[in-house]
């Protein structure tokens, strides 16, 4: 009977973290259909934002080249003349219960230190969440000039975007990095993401033209009160606008992961009530059996 009682409070125990599992499931399910409403909705302001930037970049190269000159990359699009000075801001989660996210993205990282390391370059380091921190400051933790908590803890919002944005642009303009890259995992669908290794700074401005060198013919436009001024004031929007849907990419992989880790639990959770509860009823079958054959067995002694 003491293996029965054991099963018992083992399948009850069991079933107690099968609710929990699913409760889990079904917030991260919640949060994942927040992120991807995110993902679409952002959409239409990049597309907008990226046609105006767009605009002025082919206005001002026709300019320059009426001046028989080339437009000159600046700002945040500028390369330094030496990148020597490597800053790696890599995002993970504050917790675990999410399968592999934290870890790729922790292998991803090293992987990219040990290369920049090995070329002998300077690497400084942000974490934003506590499982890529604590995994990483045990090797890197001279390299880490800074750490906080993970931006999709409760949601991303513009706003950290922007203060993220506005921190890397500022040690990029006043030298002290040469190049910026964030590592994330990109989101693809709930069971699929790729870990990336993404250079934001100098910013691509490839990623904004999209179209640009088709724009020839199209309606004129004009910039008050001139068309440079106007890229200095897009440009920074198109920068932060990219850090943000970096940022809702990252949201929408963690949760897409913690929901499809959850879901695995929960369906062996079920399976391994299923199991004991039979290892249980034969148990008990067996027991029951015993105790009648043994009273059979004691009337017929009488």
Not at 65 to 88: I, N, S, V
Not at 214 to 229: F, H, K, S
Request: glycine share 4%; aromatic share 6%; charged share 25%.
């Amino acid at each position: 009977m003491a293996g029965l009682k054991e099963l018992r409070n083992r399948i009850e125990a069991i079933k107690s973290t099968q609710k929990i599992t699913s409760a889990m499931k079904m917030v991260a399910a919640s949060r994942l259909r927040r992120a991807q409403l995110a993902l679409v909705k952002i959409e239409a302001y990049r597309e907008c934002l990226y046609n105006t930037v767009s605009r002025i970049l082919y206005t001002l190269r026709v300019q320059a080249k009426e001046q028989g000159k080339e437009l000159e990359k600046k700002w945040l699009c500028a390369p330094k003349p030496q990148q020597q000075k490597y800053l790696l801001v890599i995002l993970t989660s504050d917790r675990g219960l999410c399968g592999s996210y934290n870890s790729s993205i922790v292998r991803q990282a090293t992987a990219r230190i040990e290369e920049l390391k090995a070329s002998d370059k300077e690497v400084q380091i942000i974490c934003l969440g506590y499982r890529g921190y604590n995994a990483l400051k045990g090797r890197y933790g001279d390299m880490i000039i800074r750490y906080d908590a993970s931006v999709v803890t409760d949601g991303v919002f513009y706003e950290e975007a922007v203060a993220l944005a506005d921190e890397i642009s500022e040690m990029y303009m006043a030298d002290k990095i040469d190049v910026c890259e964030i590592i994330y995992s990109r989101f693809i669908s709930a069971l699929n993401r790729d870990v990336v290794s993404e250079e934001v700074l100098p910013f691509d401005i490839s990623v904004i033209e999209t179209g640009v060198n088709d724009m020839e013919g199209n309606a004129y436009y004009e910039a008050e009160p001139c068309t440079l001024d106007m890229l200095e004031l897009t440009l920074p929007l198109a920068f932060k606008e990219h850090i943000y849907d970096i940022m809702i990419n990252t949201q929408a992989s963690e949760q897409g992961a913690r929901m499809t880790s959850m879901d695995n639990a929960t369906r062996n959770a079920t399976d391994m009530i299923s199991k004991l509860t039979l290892r249980y009823n034969r148990l008990r079958q067996t027991a029951i059996t015993t105790e009648l054959t043994e009273i059979i067995a004691g009337a017929e002694a009488i």
